[in-house]
């Protein structure tokens, strides 16, 4: 392939001495060929306990996490695998006994832009040929005889005997996979086509129509668009839900929320309050500056603000999208948190106080922005904004010329 390779090696210590002497002969092999070897060690048992994993999924997913990180890390192109048509039969059957769609009845690809299979095409047997033919020095893993690991179970009680039967069968398989490969990737481009209407982006949010729900194929397309977001199998759970608004569905990475018109998805968020700011107790302190300095940049989850001096007639801003604030509110103490169910303001122009929940429905914004917009509070816990929604009576003015800060919120 006129590459230079670097090897990397994992020793998931699950062999004992075995698992030793595989990481020494790899490391000896390649200080006599002068390759780059890089190694690191798991405790697979004891990870794959702590996940409810098995060992097999568990040194999967260690594995090709550390090779992946090693890539990005020293600028290689690729991670090279050993996989080759037995390995694909085995990985098409134990797709189908797990239950599975296009994709793996396609198995694996030999390059999908990291991770690359050169020999995916080549057959078991014409390796082991070329090895003991040019005296390949190798180590067999002893655990490929263990029929406890599925993957072992197909190959010695499934594949052997079928191919022992009938020859060719492997190839066959692998054959399959290659016209399943070559069908997918033309279903997916008209699924992207058909799916295209349906579907809008506003910055960090996918908004998903609900007439998707009336196309002929919608549990089809809703699966394809969901996929990526790890919420494809709720697919047939989630499409009935436009009917009721509100329901919530979650991955690990993203979740989505059945709204008035749209299937809204956004990614999942760990923490509410972020931000390089002085926090205290999850509050985020407005800290006054000069008007020597630089405006100042503040940042409330994914909530982006500027606080600086107001500029020569200014006027007052009108779409709740910034606020003015004199000197003495300023220096008084101020900071921002995320509104709580019962929050109330009293809103500008209004003599009495009203409910954020109530202000947000008037507003009809969705309950996953509901869940992340930020309050300014003044030091007594009176909240003076509901950010790009609703200011308060307490930020009125006595005169214009008060005014001696503009807080917009930029994101």
């Known amino acids: 392939l006129n590459y230079r390779p670097a090897v990397a090696h994992v020793n998931f210590q699950l062999r004992g001495k075995d698992s030793e002497g595989d990481e020494t002969f790899v490391r000896d ?22 996940e409810g994993e098995s060992i097999q999924m568990a040194a999967r997913r260690l594995r090709y996490s550390w090779l992946f990180a090693l890539m990005d890390e020293h600028g290689f192109k690729r991670v090279i695998t050993a996989h080759h048509d037995r390995d694909q039969a085995e990985t098409l059957l134990l797709n189908l006994m797990r239950g599975t769609g296009p994709l793996g009845l396609q198995g694996m690809v030999v390059d999908d832009g990291r991770l690359f299979r050169p020999m995916l095409r080549m057959e078991y047997p014409s390796i082991v040929k070329y090895a003991k033919q040019f005296q390949v020095a190798h180590r067999e893993d002893i655990s490929n005889a263990e029929t406890k690991y599925k993957r072992n179970f197909i190959r010695h009680f499934l594949v052997k005997p079928w191919e022992e039967r009938y020859p060719g069968t492997i190839r066959q398989i692998s054959k399959s996979s290659e016209w399943m490969e070559e069908a997918n990737a033309f279903m997916f481009a008209q699924l992207d086509k058909e799916a295209r209407p349906f579907i809008h982006r506003k910055k960090d949010r996918v908004f998903i129509d609900y007439q998707l729900a009336n196309h002929p194929s919608a549990n089809l397309l809703m699966r394809h668009i969901l996929k990526e977001y790890g919420l494809a199998e709720q697919a047939a759970f989630i499409l009935p839900e436009h ?26 968020r760990r923490s509410t309050v972020d931000g390089q700011q002085s926090t205290v107790n999850g509050k985020i302190i407005l800290t006054p500056i000069t008007h020597n300095q630089e ?47 019962g929050d109330k303001m009293k809103p500008f122009g209004m003599k009495g106080n009203k409910k954020l929940s109530d202000i947000l429905i008037d507003a009809g914004i969705d309950r996953f922005t509901k869940a992340s917009i930020p309050v300014l509070c003044d030091k007594k816990g009176n909240i003076l904004w509901l950010a790009g929604v609703r200011s308060s009576e307490l930020l009125r003015l006595k005169e214009v010329s008060d005014a001696a800060w503009v807080l917009e919120k930029t994101d």
């Open 243 to 268: 009917s009721r608004p509100g329901a919530i569905f979650s991955s690990k990475t993203h979740a989505l929320l059945a709204d008035r018109e749209h299937w809204i998805i956004r990614r999942s």
């Open 295 to 341: 405006p100042e940049s503040i940042s409330v989850g994914s909530y982006g603000f500027l606080l600086r001096p107001t500029r020569s007639g200014e006027p007052i801003p009108k779409d709740n999208t910034a606020i003015l604030l004199s000197n003495e509110l300023l220096q008084s103490g101020l900071y921002f948190r995320h509104w709580q169910e």
């Open 29 to 50: 092999f390649c200080a006599e060929k002068s390759l780059r070897f890089f190694s690191t060690r798991f405790d697979t048992q004891k990870e794959a306990e702590k």
